[in-house]
């Protein structure tokens, strides 16, 4: 099946508002710039978005930050990014902060049907015991705070150990880019590019992958695929770097 659009805003034409996003890159690392550029010119709003971290400032994500379009980010740090940390803390928009590590885990455990899994990070902490503030109101007072969550005891090595369960994220879409795809969605991602990436697109009921070349069907070295055409609806090529 040859999955291949267009262009950008063909591969995300049926956006809706509302629709659950989640994100690749880090950084400016590895980010489907194309798709965020498009997915600010489609106009769709109210949406939630599941990446490290949401743009920086004035590039990536932060163009949807900027354009009023995010209502709710999961993401593992807000960083340097002034935008994201105004709107947060302004009371705009919803944040769940999450573990680096946890983060990705969620999202590869979505992909791969598990529902929850438990985790010795974020024992002991806020991330467990719940209370980190979700969303503020527009004179600074929290409204909303995460929920404490179960943790429960095994053994590991020998000895007692708690964890902390953390449920599976699945999305309605997942936006990643590539350095090489072919028609079948078969990705392959250049060095520290491929960060979140995998993990995002496996997540998305539709996934779009925005590659800098599209090249036919056994072009690419079985071996050498880092995602598998079989996680992927969309595919578009974006040779350009868009900010």
Known sequence: ?????????????????GASIAVGGFGTAGVPWALVRAVREGGATGLTMVTNNCGVNGAGLALLLQSGRIDRVIASYIGSNKEFARQYLAGEIEVELTPQGTLAERLRAGGAGIAAFYTATGVGTMVADGGVPLRFGPGGETLEVSPAKEVRRFERHGRQQEFVLEEAITTDYSFVRASIADRHGNAVFHASARNFNPDVAMAGRITVVEAEQVVDVGVLDPDSVHLPGIFVQRVVEAREVVQ
Do not use: I, N, R
């Not at 099946?1 to 508002?17: E, R």
């Open 1 to 17: 099946m040859d999955k291949t659009f267009d262009d950008a805003s063909a591969a995300v034409a049926d956006l809706p508002d």
